[in-house]
């Protein structure tokens, strides 16, 4: 496996992949808009206004699009595709998130847009749908409580999953022949909110009193729904107790 691009290289799932590619001892070069990051094999292309694009990807048979965006997923993911065009020599593997055509959220509805395009576009591709990580959960943790009283929608069920374990599984999908299809992946095991929080705070020692955050409308029957569950497990990834077993040592 040869001539391998990935964008969002610099990210932790990126980072992740380039470390198994490493290991594997494979060639691969990282785009980035930034000529200050310090990546390996790097290569200066901004997806956002659609410079150095065409120069990264050319003769490129593996594209991993990991970049991404809050408010602009979609344009990078349009100007990548242009940039493709109508090759049919390559093949892009696309990282979305499980629940993204069941959740309102705009960043979901722009990667599932982006999934839209990529169907439509012609090119070979694979699209991963995963889990949210266990460090964006630890994230949202610290982020909403870190005072003394916190609010979290504490009946919210996820079921984080590790990110190597998403690595690893899009480097397994770059050995196969792409199948224009959409796969989907998560962690050992599915938590509200309320019990991840309870391990988290006796992991990292901190004592909140949280209050339960009410959802409404779409989002509320999203999530009741299980939108953000699946029934493929990895069962590769560490579980929550583990990651922050591994962290909060």
Same mark, same amino acid.
Request: no cysteine.
């Given at each position: #496996?040869?001539?391998? %691009?990935?964008?969002?290289?610099?990210g932790?799932?990126?980072? !992740?992949?380039?470390?198994?590619?490493?290991?594997?001892? +494979?060639?691969?070069?990282?785009?980035?808009?930034?000529?200050?990051e310090?990546?390996?094999?790097k290569?200066?292309?901004?997806? #956002?206004?659609?410079?150095?694009?065409?120069q990264?990807?050319k003769?490129?048979?593996?594209?991993?699009?990991?970049?991404?965006?809050?408010?602009?997923?979609t344009l990078?993911?349009?100007n990548?595709?242009?940039t493709?065009?109508?090759?049919?020599?390559?093949?892009?593997?696309?990282?979305?998130?499980?629940?993204?055509?069941?959740?309102?959220?705009?960043?979901?509805?722009?990667?599932?847009?982006?999934?839209?395009l990529?169907?439509?576009?012609?090119?070979?591709y694979?699209? %991963?749908?995963?889990?949210?990580?266990?460090?964006f959960?630890?994230?949202?943790?610290?982020? $909403? +409580?870190?005072?003394r009283i !916190?609010?979290?929608?504490?009946?919210? #069920?996820?079921?984080?999953?590790?990110?190597?374990?998403?690595?690893?599984? $899009?480097?397994?999908?770059?050995?196969?022949p792409?199948?224009? =299809?959409?796969?989907?992946?998560? !962690?050992?095991?599915?938590?509200?909110?309320?019990? #991840?929080?309870?391990?988290?705070?006796?992991?990292?020692?901190?004592?909140k009193?949280?209050?339960?955050?009410?959802?409404? !409308?779409?989002?509320?029957?999203?999530?009741?729904?299980?939108?953000?569950?699946?029934?493929?497990?990895?069962?590769?990834?560490?579980s929550?107790q583990?990651?922050?077993?591994? =962290?909060?040592k």
């Open positions: #496996m040869e001539n391998i %691009l990935i964008t969002g290289g610099t932790n799932l990126g980072k !992740g992949l380039t470390q198994i590619l490493n290991q594997k001892g +494979l060639q691969y070069a990282v785009a980035s808009r930034s000529n200050n310090n990546a390996p094999n290569v200066v292309a901004d997806l #956002m206004a659609n410079k150095g694009v065409a990264a990807v003769g490129r048979s593996i594209i991993f699009h990991l970049a991404t965006d809050l408010k602009k997923d990078l993911t349009q990548l595709l242009q493709i065009g109508s090759n049919k020599n390559v093949h892009l593997i696309y990282i979305s998130i499980v629940g993204i055509d069941k959740t309102p959220f705009n960043y979901y509805q722009q990667k599932l847009a982006s999934e839209e990529i169907k439509a576009s012609g090119v070979p694979t699209i %991963l749908r995963a889990t949210q990580f266990h460090d959960i630890d994230y949202i943790f610290t982020s $909403l +409580l870190k005072y !916190g609010l979290l929608p504490k009946k919210v #069920m996820a079921q984080p999953i590790a990110v190597d374990a998403v690595a690893n599984a $899009l480097y397994e999908i770059s050995l196969q792409a199948e224009s =299809k959409t796969y989907e992946i998560g !962690g050992l095991k599915a938590y509200t909110f309320n019990e #991840m929080a309870k391990e988290w705070m006796r992991k990292t020692g901190k004592k009193f949280i209050i339960n955050l009410p959802l409404f !409308g779409k989002l509320a029957k999203a999530f009741n729904g299980g939108a953000l569950l699946t029934h493929t497990i990895d069962a590769t990834s560490k929550w583990d990651y922050l077993n591994q =962290k909060y």
